[in-house]
């Protein structure tokens, strides 16, 4: 039996009316699954931007710790005081944020080296002899930092980078974070690692080190005929006393009766510190690490961000090195 032509007009548009059904359904799902994708995409967005926001937070509540303790206790920083405890954490709605601040000004500060001053590449050199480091490193970051392109007898300057297969020249001014450390010639990640937690990269090259702070290797640095051994239990009683008053009652330490220590660069008041924030929102993370400068009178303003994932070195003095 043969389909009439009105039967096979009527199949024809039934066909046509499914398939344009058909598109209907699947432009209907592209455009839904498009909206949730561009929904959930916003949403990220706004939660990303909002741990941001907490992270700044973060920032602002380590000046107000640092400004109180500055109100507190001014003329003198130890590692007693609120802002260097390690379980600086505070909730809020959805969210948390931790802080770690650290002082900068216990530390060795690279661009010391610039001025050509002898003291701090002296205890930059007993530094790096504490820590089995080879102290032509000491002569090289000096050329590094300095103004001048006369390279000096261990040292090393714009024609020796040059040669590198891939060239680059010294800095040749203040440098702005310690990881450019790993461009100095040979500098291998092993020797980086080992030297980084005790040193900072601060502008100011006329910076002191507080004594209050500072490690015990550091500490060797400053006094070598010390021990470790020596050092270390002059860190802990140090601590445990919160610190000493002034730099004479550093110097006068029966510990140090004999060590000869030059207390030019020294002192026992920071104004350096690096605030590392973790923050969280819902299921969202933000980094941040600001170091902070902090004046005798109080004032406060951030010379530097990162807002990368960036964890500082712990540091652990109980480390063994090669010598």
Do not use: C
């Not at 000004?105 to 661009?111: A, D, E, K, P, Y």
């Not at 690490?289 to 902090?294: A, L």
């Amino acid at each position: 039996m043969t389909s009439s032509p009105k039967d096979r007009q009527g199949g024809v548009a039934l066909v046509t009316v499914m398939i344009v059904v058909a598109a209907a359904v699947v432009l209907g799902v592209q455009m839904t699954t498009e909206q949730t994708l561009a929904v959930s995409r916003a949403g990220n967005f706004i939660r990303s931007q909002q741990a941001m926001e907490y992270a700044i937070g973060g920032e602002e509540l380590a000046r107000q710790i640092l400004a109180e303790d500055q109100r507190i206790s001014p003329g003198k920083d130890h590692l007693a005081e609120v802002w260097a405890s390690p379980d600086l954490q505070y909730e809020f709605e959805e969210g948390t944020i931790r802080l770690q601040i650290t002082d900068l000004s216990g530390r060795l500060n690279i661009n010391s080296l610039r001025a050509g001053d002898g003291l701090a590449r002296t205890r930059f050199e007993n530094l790096a002899r504490e820590l089995g480091v080879d102290p032509v490193f000491v002569h090289r970051l000096a050329d590094w930092v300095d103004e001048d392109d006369a390279k000096s007898n261990l040292g090393a300057e714009d024609f020796d980078y040059l040669g590198l297969e891939r060239p680059y020249r010294t800095a040749g001014r203040p440098i702005p974070d310690v990881s450019e450390l790993r461009l100095l010639l040979e500098m291998d990640n092993a020797t980086f690692e080992a030297i980084e937690p005790y040193i900072t990269a601060i502008p100011d090259p006329d910076t002191i080190i507080n004594v209050n702070t500072a490690p015990a290797r550091v500490i060797k640095a400053i006094a070598p005929e010390l021990s470790l051994e020596m050092a270390e239990g002059l860190a802990a009683q140090r601590d445990q006393q919160e610190g000493y008053n002034d730099i004479e009652s550093f110097i006068e330490d029966p510990v140090l009766a004999n060590a000869g220590i030059s207390e030019a660069g020294l002192g026992v008041q920071s104004g350096f510190f690096e605030v590392n924030v973790v923050a969280s929102y819902e299921d969202r993370f933000a980094y941040l690490t600001s170091i902070i400068q902090r004046d005798q009178d109080g004032g406060m303003r951030v010379i530097y961000r990162d807002i990368s994932k960036k964890i500082s070195p712990a540091i652990d003095d109980t480390r063994e090195y090669d010598d």
